[in-house]
């Protein structure tokens, strides 16, 4: 294996690692808890929709994500799946 390839696997690893998309940040989620502070804790979310004052939005991919559903701005419930 080329030194570049061990790098460019390390670096992968390294950064899933750091994935901001866990089990404890998951466990960290209340209903209630402003869109604001959801952001702060999980980042920039992957994908949003909504409309009347509902939206969702979702954090991840297809096998690894977690998802809330907010009203008014604050979450109302959550979901996640394939957290480590």
């Known amino acids: 294996m080329s030194l570049r390839s061990l790098a460019l696997l390390s670096l992968c690893v390294?950064?899933?690692a750091c994935s901001k998309i866990n089990q404890e940040n998951y466990s960290k989620l209340q209903a209630g808890m402003p869109k604001a502070e959801v952001e702060q804790l999980l980042g920039s979310p992957t994908e949003c929709s909504g409309a009347l004052g509902m939206s969702s939005c979702t954090w991840g991919d297809e096998?690894?994500?977690i998802?809330?559903?907010?009203?008014?701005?604050?979450?109302?419930?959550?979901?996640g799946q394939g957290l480590k």
Do not use: E, G, I, W
Request: cysteine-free; hydrophobic content about 55%; overall charge positive.
């Open 14 to 16: 390294f950064l899933a």
């Open 63 to 65: 096998k690894r994500f």
């Open 67 to 79: 998802s809330v559903q907010y009203a008014a701005d604050k979450v109302l419930m959550y979901s």
